[in-house]
């Protein structure tokens, strides 16, 4: 009951600071900027964060601050190069080309991506195989 309740009273408080007519607190320039950016820092801050832990003790703290700004310029970069472009270029009604139907992955079409990849990697591969016989 009480993990359920926590979060239950931070959304009630949340939307007490919305409904408030001077409560402009979520709607100051900083918590737009982390509003834009959160999903960016979503998927960053946990291989920072996890790196830093790992550290000794005495180098933990500075490492999680370290940490904290780096998720905040990947962030940033994140929104600039990708997101916003994505929201802006979302709205042109230029279609993209459809993308050719894909190979049912059965088991034989599937070995035959892995040749490929290999002979990709090292032609001589494709040498000592069936297909390379033909």
């Known amino acids: ?24 607190l979520l709607h100051s320039r900083p918590l737009r900027w982390v509003g834009r950016r959160s999903y960016a820092m979503y998927l960053w801050h946990f291989p920072l964060f996890g790196v830093a832990a790992t550290l000794p003790a005495p180098a933990r703290w500075p490492a999680l601050a370290v940490a904290v700004l780096l998720t905040a310029a990947i962030a940033e ?23 050719e139907p894909a190979e049912p992955a059965t088991p034989p079409a599937l070995a035959c991506r892995v040749q490929d990849f290999a002979e990709a990697i090292d032609p001589k591969i494709g040498e000592a195989s069936p297909r390379g016989l033909g």
Do not use: K, Y
Not at 1 to 24: F, H, K
Not at 79 to 95: I, K, N, Y
């Open 1 to 24: 009951m009480v993990p359920t309740l926590v979060p239950l009273l931070v959304a009630v408080a949340i939307l007490a600071l919305v409904q408030q007519p001077g409560g402009r």
């Open 77 to 99: 970069l994140s929104w600039r190069c990708v997101e916003e472009p994505f929201l802006r270029d979302r709205h042109t009604g230029v279609a993209a080309e459809p993308a």
